[in-house]
Nanobody, 116 residues
């Protein structure tokens, strides 16, 4: 059973930056796809960024140019660097990994709050 553990959330003023980390208990190279999602209060969970093996990273239009997803395979860690944060970026951010058998794993989430 793979576990994903996010960290790095917090409170930041608009225009500021945060970096999130997602550490996997297993080898992240075993995932067919990995990404970040977020869920704001009263809203559905939405895709922020996703990377599938053999493809480039896709970003939601709302974060393009501001967020960057990266990974360190040696550390089994996925990152999300968030710049120029806006109040509408406030949400719980979740790490996701999907195996080649299409089994999805989720982290517990980390809260990001952007004050205006």
């Amino acid at each position: 059973q793979v576990q994903l553990v996010e960290s790095g959330g917090g409170l930041v003023q608009a225009g500021g930056s945060l970096s999130l980390s997602c550490v996997a208990s297993g080898n992240i190279n075993n995932f067919r796809a990995m990404g970040w999602y977020r869920q704001a209060p009263g809203k559905q969970r939405e895709l922020v960024a996703i990377s599938t093996v053999g493809s480039s990273t896709n970003y939601a239009d709302s974060v393009k140019g501001r967020f960057t997803m990266s990974r360190d395979n040696a550390k089994n860690t996925l990152y999300l660097t968030m710049n120029s944060l806006k109040p509408e970026d406030t949400a719980v951010y979740y790490c996701n990994g999907e195996t080649w058998a299409q089994v999805k794993y989720w982290g517990q989430g980390t809260q990001v709050t952007v004050s205006s």
